[in-house]
Every structure is written in C-alpha cells, then in structure tokens.
C-alpha cells in the first residue's frame, strides 16, 4: 500500500466489495466516512467494512464511494475497475456541458459566501444575529512563540477574563463552519481545473497545489475562530448533556463529542509544534489534519446546539401549546420517548405530556425539545 493512503478498496470472495482504513485516518472519522457510504463492520475481522446489498448495482456504489472521499481529499487506493480514474464508466454521467454548469454553480456559491463576509451585516435582517464582541482578544498564529511559551497560554483567556457566553462559542463554530463552506467551494473550483470531465487529475502540479492551499485555509480558520473556543464549546456541551433526562440517542452525541475532543487534541498538537514554513513536512501535518478539521466543520453543530440549548428564553403559552400539540401527535403514532424529571401525573384523564410553567412534573425545554426531534 502507498504511504500516506487513507482507504484502501478491493473485492473479497465472501464478502464482496471491502475496504479498510489506514491508520492515517482516526477510527471515527473512518467508521464515519464508510457508513456514509453504505459500507458496514465485517463482524469477527476489525478494520474491515463490506458493502451493505452489494448485489443492487455494487460496482456503481462502490465507484462512486471512492469518488466520493477523493473528493473530500483523502488519499484512495482501489482496484482497477472500483477506479474511476482508470476505468471506463465513471459514476457520474457526462452530461452536455454538465462540468461547465457545476463549475459556474460552484463560483456563484464561493461569490455569494465571501460577498456576504465582507459586506457589514445590518440589524434589519433576522436571518443571522451579530454575535457578541468578546471582552478580550485572541490571538492565534501558526508559527511557534519566540518567548518559547506554549500557545495554550498564548491563545486562551487569562484567568481574570470572563468566559464568552454559550451563544458566543456557537457563534464562533458556526462562523467556522461558514469559512470552510467557502473554502471547499474555492477549493473545488480549482480542482475541476485540474480534471477532465471523468474526473481523472491532468495536472497533478496544479492538484497538489489547490489541497495544499486548501489544507492550510482550513488550518488558519480553525486557529482563528476556534482554538481559544473548542475546549470551552465541548465542556458546555458536555455540562448540558450531563443534565439531560437519559434517552438512546445520548450515547451517540457523548461519541461525538469525545470525537470532536479528539481532533481538537490532534490539531492542538500540530499547532504547537509546527513544521518548517514552506517545507514538504508542513504540507504533510497540513494534510493530516485535513480529516480534523472536516470532522469539526460537519460535527461542531451537535456541540453548538447543545451548549446553547440552556440559555434560551421560557416558553410562551403559544410556545407551550405548540409544543404540546407536537408531543400528543407523536406519542399516537409511537415516536415519542416520555422523560421526566418529577413524579408522573396521577391524573389517568390526562396520559399525554403538556408544557406548563406550573404543573408537575416539570418538563425542562431543551429535554422536551431534544427528546421529540430524536423521536421524530
């Protein structure tokens, strides 16, 4: 196998169509990317994914699969006819003009988001409220301190500086997520230059040179707008987890935020010890911590959500009936999973749940709210 693969994609005489990951690539990051694509755990041989029905059109999936996460960046390696690049049929068809429409798609959507960073929000529009300016200034820089100090003092408050608030920190990841929006649209565009229309790379060059520009705008993102955030973000969101009445689904937002921790710690890492500026090395650490900053670009809105879930307004009676009409709706058709935080009501003419600022038990917003979406 290659240095530097991340997946690796071929045919298994029982199983079908496989693929496995590298350990370039953390275990959730690549159990995520797999699932995605309809691949599933081969029980009793870890690190190895088959393809779910691969008799319903299998090659074409599996193709485009490898399409798929070459597209995000990743480094694939797969056997000639699973190759798009080397094999005919690729798993997109050539439409008349198709690339050249995608591509004028693309470069509106990259205008679009970069006209509206640089133009100076107004308070007219409810669209997106201006988030608040912090009391402090933090400051982030990809090359080491010269005083030798580490850069989590350099980059996180000083113990005397208020906290930012938890709308402030979902603010700071969605601004984040906003800038990597635009920086794989400008990435994408550039790509496609470097293809034909099967998607095969003409220009390797050019194709090294977009990911590296890529992988470096996503680091500087990331230090600007989240490293003196991240860990504030994950620890509120884990507090407000925490107070959560139990349910199925809190199993898997606790996996996520331990994922999200995990590629904070990875990106922390790099960044206090970066690689010689301009050198093959630094475009390898860039590259490595491409998939991290992926992960908090798709994941960050669960820890975002959740830490802001506590410092929302009390509902209305408008609120309270809507909400209530909701929960009755759900719970007759079984989407409902009932949580409490008090003793249930002993009145059997009332089964269902109602919001009320008065009545017992007391249904907290967020674990009403967060319970019925899971059940929807």
Not at 244 to 250: D, G, M, N, V
């Amino acid at each position: 196998m290659q240095p530097g693969t991340h997946f690796a994609f071929g045919d298994h005489e029982e199983h079908g169509f496989v693929a496995s990951f590298t350990a370039a690539l953390p275990l959730h990051l690549a159990h995520r990317h797999l699932e995605i694509a309809e691949f599933e755990p081969v029980i009793g041989e870890p690190g190895l994914y088959r393809l779910s029905e691969p008799e319903r059109d299998g090659v074409r999936r599996a193709r485009q699969a490898v399409h798929d996460l070459r597209r995000l960046g990743y480094t694939v390696q797969a056997d000639i006819r699973l190759n798009p690049a080397l094999s005919d049929n690729p798993p997109r068809p050539d439409r008349p003009r198709g690339l050249q429409e995608r591509r004028s798609r693309l470069a509106q959507a990259a205008a679009g988001r970069t006209a509206r960073r640089t133009t100076q929000p107004t308070t007219s529009s409810p669209a997106r409220p201006i988030p608040p300016k912090p009391t402090y200034a933090p400051t982030a820089h990809l090359t080491a301190a010269a005083s030798g100090q580490s850069r989590r003092h350099v980059n996180s408050p000083g113990p005397e500086t208020p906290l930012p608030t938890a709308s402030a920190l979902a603010s700071k990841a969605r601004v984040f997520r906003l800038r990597m929006t635009v920086i794989n649209c400008e990435a994408d565009i550039a790509l496609d230059m470097t293809r034909h229309c099967h998607g095969h790379t003409l220009h390797t060059d050019a194709s090294a040179a977009a990911r590296a520009h890529r992988d470096k705008a996503a680091l500087e993102a990331y230090a600007t707008h989240l490293v003196p955030h991240a860990e504030a973000l994950l620890d509120a969101a884990r507090l407000a987890l925490d107070e959560l009445p139990p349910a199925r689904h809190l199993a898997d937002w606790r996996a996520v935020l331990d994922g999200l921790a995990s590629s904070a710690a990875e990106i922390r890492r790099a960044l206090d010890r970066p690689a010689a500026p301009g050198s093959p090395a630094e475009r390898a650490q860039h590259a490595s911590l491409w998939p991290h900053l992926t992960a908090w670009a798709d994941h960050s809105p669960i820890a975002s959500n959740l830490a802001d879930q506590n410092h929302r307004a009390p509902l209305t009676d408008k609120e309270q009936q809507m909400w209530t009409d909701r929960a009755q709706a759900a719970q007759r058709r079984g989407a409902l999973e009932l949580t409490s935080r008090g003793t249930p009501p002993t009145d059997s003419r009332s089964p269902s749940p109602t919001w009320s600022r008065t009545t017992t038990p007391q249904w907290s917003r967020s674990a009403a709210t967060r319970t019925y979406r899971a059940g929807r």
